[in-house]
């Protein structure tokens, strides 16, 4: 059984630095694509970052130069480095694997996903 579990989320002030942590078990993330996305309350599930199993990262425009995704594969681990955090960061962030290949910005693309972690940035 796959599990994804976020960790690392919390309340911050606009300006403040987060460090999300996602660990899987179940299953090795060497070949697999691991993503970011958040949701906001009202609104549908956005990509965030994602890199893949070659060590390719895309980030959202809005995240762009703020975030940093990276992975751990002897950890099977993978995080979201967060700075310069503004009030619109604020959603649950989920880590999602995905084991195919396709877009990597695709909700659909990814097989496995956390239950999330709250992130709430204050104004």
């Known amino acids: 059984q796959v599990q994804l579990v976020e960790s690392g989320g919390g309340l911050v002030q606009a300006g403040g630095s987060l460090r999300l942590s996602c660990a899987v078990s179940g299953r090795t993330i060497s070949s697999c694509t691991m993503g970011w996305f958040r949701q906001a309350p009202g609104k549908e599930r956005e990509f965030v970052a994602a890199v893949t199993w070659n060590g390719n990262t895309y980030h959202a425009g809005s995240v762009k130069g703020r975030f940093t995704i990276s992975r751990d594969n002897a950890k099977n681990m993978v995080y979201l480095q967060m700075t310069s955090l503004r009030p619109e960061d604020t959603a649950v962030y989920y880590c999602?694997?995905?084991?195919?290949?396709?877009?990597?910005?695709?909700?659909?693309?990814?097989?496995?996903w956390g239950q999330g972690t709250q992130v709430t940035v204050s104004s």
């Open positions: 999602a694997a995905a084991t195919g290949a396709g877009s990597v910005v695709v909700v659909g693309l990814y097989d496995y």
